[in-house]
């Protein structure tokens, strides 16, 4: 299982959405400038609002070689800092009986550099998606990487038992909220060694640039769509709206629409079965039983509305 890999080949990342927006300008402005100065940034929030997205840009931004590392909950010590990989054996022909073959064991061991040890020694930047989805033990890692700058090595068998952290070396970590299933507790020790930036969902505008930037759609469709898609999101009961329909959900009414020539238009019941598809269950799991029936009819509503051109 790789649960490390380096992003040599960055997904393509539309900028058009930062560019645009003051309120990312600053943000990444100021994670820069925690990054630079030695502290790590913690990006949370909902799902699907472009948290990874946004980290993976700041982390280019960096012009360091960056390693995206995804929180999971088998990742184990042996997957960041590495292991030795068995013992290396080899045939030896026998000078005397040519028939003979003897084994002859190699006393050293192999041992495979774990991507963690990597990017600490050569200071990449880190990329630390959904961290919290690796059991708190798998992250205690982190505090001596953060606190004391080194790389505990004891337990593996190595001859030197720390590894010094490259000065150039960051992290950026993302994770949903601890009401997210399959995600762990932070230590409160780790989260003290972070900057945390709470992220909502973007701005309706912000919203409309990210769906044209992933599809050919006009910027009257974009906008039909997130209009919709917020008037969805604002239908959640819970008021902190984690479990509402996000930018994802936007961004894939777009593309489904785009790809199978279905008309943008709330009088069209292919496009309506779309708009219920994707909106319907994120938005009844925040809604309480009794009320769903009304839902339903609400959120049709909304789309029957839409009409471009
Ligand atoms: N700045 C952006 N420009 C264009 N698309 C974006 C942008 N940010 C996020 N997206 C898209 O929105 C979706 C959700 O983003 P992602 O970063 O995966 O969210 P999260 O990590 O919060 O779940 C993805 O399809 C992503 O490509
Ligand atoms: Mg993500």
Known sequence: MTVLKEVRQQPHINNEVYKHSSYYQGLIKRSL???????????????????????????????????????????????????????????????????????????????????????????????????????PEANNIFLSILEEKILPLYGTKRKESFIRVHPEFSVIFTSNPAEYAGVFQSQDALLDRMVTLP???????????????????????????????????????????????SLRASIMIAEMAEKHDIPIDGNDEEFQELCLDITWFPLQTCTPKEKQPQLKEKLLDACKKIKVG
């Not at 769509?225 to 009961?237: N, P």
């Open 33 to 135: 400038r925690y990054l630079s100065s030695g502290y790590p940034v913690h990006f949370t929030g909902p799902s699907g609002i472009g948290k990874t997205t946004l980290a993976l840009h700041i982390a280019k931004q960096r012009n360091r070689p960056v390693m995206l590392l995804n929180g999971n909950k088998e990742l184990a010590n042996e997957d960041l800092i590495g292991a030795f990989t068995g013992y290396q054996s080899s045939k030896v022909k026998d000078n005397f009986i040519r028939t003979v073959y003897k084994t002859e064991e190699n006393v050293t061991e192999s041992w495979t550099d774990g991507k963690l040890l990597e990017a600490v020694k050569h200071g990449y930047t880190l990329v630390y998606d959904e961290f919290t989805r690796s059991q």
């Open 199 to 245: 992220l909502d969902h973007m701005d309706h505008q912000a919203e409309v640039t990210a769906v044209i930037s992933k599809t050919n759609l006009s910027r009257e469709s974009a906008e039909s769509i997130v209009e919709f898609v917020v008037t969805a999101r604002e239908l959640c009961e819970s008021n902190d709206q984690l479990q509402g329909p």
